[in-house]
């Protein structure tokens, strides 16, 4: 067929001649998960969860000791229910989640187009110097914009030669390394369990402002516009049919409740650290070198170094997760938004080989170099803010209505009344969250 002529045929899905499955595929008999029936889903955990996440814990914990542990847990669960929603429509449509916001409008390709240029250039600096910032500590004669610059390049040609399985491996590879090190580093501090326990009772702080730190901790954990790149990483492993919803599920559950425990030890470091000796770390990444320093001289030097190297991967998981999924978002994003809705399914989403993946690999890792040696430019930061805002409530309320299409999602993949419950409330949770983020966004262009 005419239509699929273009289509990347980098690794081929289903007939290419049916939009959608058929159904026989549909009813298909399901693979059951195996405990190594992971890997996109610890890509998705590995690149949602960066240094930001990592300060706001801390930070969490430093100021309001386990009170808030509860707001971890809701964060994990929402995560969970947006990547299962985003998963489960590729799986039941055949349409990856940019395809499926063609089906609601062409204003969807107007938003998503512009925060995608935007978001990758800002992020791509931000990337590379959070990426920098462990390692110029660990090796302080070198400056960390040589860190910086290398870690774009290396995630970009790691990228570049478009084998996933390699890139699966080395973020695999590297959340294990965020664990252990953390997990230890928490270990060592000896935590009180009776009250790790106390705080996953809903309680919230009576000070101003607390309300949307909780929010802030609980839409924290784990990505933004990574979590729709989840379909994407699918379609690359090969899960690509109906009968792989049952491993999906399994995979996006396991690799979130890994990342919840992940959070839930930085945030005992943050109180059995920072709260007891009431110690304030840093706004920014810059505040994790200040954890490195406490644990140095509480527990020697040794456990500076161990919490840096688990400071890197988190950094440079994150990277090289955006550099890979984010990327194949925009290749069907640029490939696709001008062509008819109802004719795209997967078979039309280039893959990394293609021009326009290759163009915002460059776009997310040469341009954004100039930030590095510049003042940041507000207008940039102002506009990123506040896309970024909004792109959480965007997910989340076209997730309702993309999973709720009769002509599209068979019956059997719908939501059911469970899912539509909980996706209202995490949209519910992220439209009052980007309302906090915008206004904050946008109060200096008020004078604010």
């Known amino acids: 067929m005419s239509q699929h002529a273009h289509a990347d045929r980098g690794h081929p899905v289903h007939n290419p001649d049916i939009v959608g499955f058929t159904q026989a595929e549909i009813n298909e008999?399901?693979?059951?998960?195996?405990?190594?029936?992971?890997?996109?889903?610890?890509?998705?955990?590995?690149?949602?969860?960066?240094?930001?996440?990592?300060?706001?814990?801390?930070?969490?914990?430093?100021?309001?000791?386990?009170?808030?542990?509860?707001?971890?847990?809701?964060?994990?669960?929402?995560?969970?229910?947006?990547?299962?929603?985003?998963?489960?429509?590729?799986?039941?449509?055949?349409?990856?989640?940019?395809?499926?916001?063609?089906?609601?409008?062409?204003?969807?390709?107007?938003?998503?187009?512009?925060?995608?240029?935007?978001?990758?250039?800002?992020?791509?600096?931000?990337?590379?110097?959070?990426?920098?910032?462990?390692?110029?500590?660990?090796?302080?004669?070198?400056?960390?914009?040589?860190?910086?610059?290398?870690?774009?390049?290396?995630?970009?040609?790691?990228?570049?030669?478009?084998?996933?399985?390699?890139?699966?491996?080395?973020?695999?590879?590297?959340?294990?390394?965020?664990?252990?090190?953390?997990?230890?580093?928490?270990?060592?501090?000896?935590?009180?369990?009776?009250?790790?326990?106390?705080?996953?009772?809903?309680?919230?702080?009576?000070?101003?402002?607390?309300?949307?730190?909780?929010?802030?901790?609980?839409?924290?954990?784990?990505?933004?516009?990574?979590?729709?790149?989840?379909?994407?990483?699918?379609?690359?492993?090969?899960?690509?049919?109906?009968?792989?919803?049952?491993?999906?599920r399994f995979d996006n559950s396991v690799s979130y409740i890994l990342t919840g425990i992940f959070v839930i030890a930085t945030m005992i470091m943050g109180v059995e650290l920072l709260h007891s000796a009431d110690i304030a770390i840093s706004a920014g990444d810059r505040g994790l070198l200040d954890v490195g320093n406490v644990l140095a001289e509480r527990y020697g030097e040794a456990w500076s170094v161990v919490f840096l190297v688990g400071f890197f991967a988190a950094s440079f998981s994150s990277l090289l997760g955006v550099w890979h999924g984010v990327s194949l978002m925009f290749a069907d994003f640029w490939t696709n938004f001008r062509r008819p809705a109802d004719e795209l399914d997967q078979d039309d989403a280039p893959s990394l080989a293609s021009k326009p993946a290759r163009f915002y690999l460059i776009w997310l890792t040469i341009l954004p170099m100039s930030l590095l040696f510049l003042d940041r430019p507000i207008f940039l930061i102002l506009l990123y803010g506040t896309l970024g805002a909004l792109f959480m409530p965007f997910l989340a309320i076209t997730l309702l209505f993309l999973n709720n299409q009769k002509k599209l999602v068979p019956e059997k993949f719908r939501n059911k009344w469970y899912h539509n419950v909980l996706l209202g409330l995490t949209a519910l949770i992220f439209i009052v969250l980007g309302g906090s983020e915008l206004i904050k966004a946008l109060t200096p262009l008020f004078g604010g």
């Open 29 to 248: 008999t399901p693979v059951k998960p195996k405990w190594n029936s992971l890997g996109p889903g610890i890509v998705a955990a590995a690149t949602g969860v960066g240094a930001a996440d990592l300060v706001a814990t801390l930070t969490a914990g430093s100021r309001y000791g386990y009170m808030l542990m509860w707001a971890v847990v809701l964060g994990v669960i929402l995560k969970i229910v947006l990547v299962e929603g985003t998963g489960r429509y590729y799986l039941s449509t055949g349409k990856t989640i940019f395809q499926g916001w063609r089906t609601l409008g062409q204003w969807t390709s107007w938003y998503f187009g512009i925060y995608i240029i935007v978001w990758g250039f800002v992020y791509g600096a931000t990337a590379m110097s959070s990426t920098a910032l462990p390692l110029a500590a660990l090796f302080p004669g070198v400056d960390s914009k040589i860190f910086a610059i290398a870690a774009g390049l290396i995630g970009m040609g790691l990228v570049w030669l478009n084998k996933y399985r390699l890139v699966e491996t080395l973020m695999t590879v590297l959340i294990g390394i965020m664990f252990v090190t953390v997990l230890l580093s928490a270990a060592m501090t000896t935590p009180n369990i009776g009250e790790i326990l106390t705080g996953l009772v809903p309680r919230l702080p009576t000070e101003d402002g607390a309300m949307f730190y909780v929010l802030g901790l609980a839409g924290g954990v784990g990505g933004t516009i990574t979590l729709a790149a989840y379909g994407y990483w699918l379609r690359e492993k090969g899960w690509n049919t109906p009968k792989w919803m049952r491993v999906m």
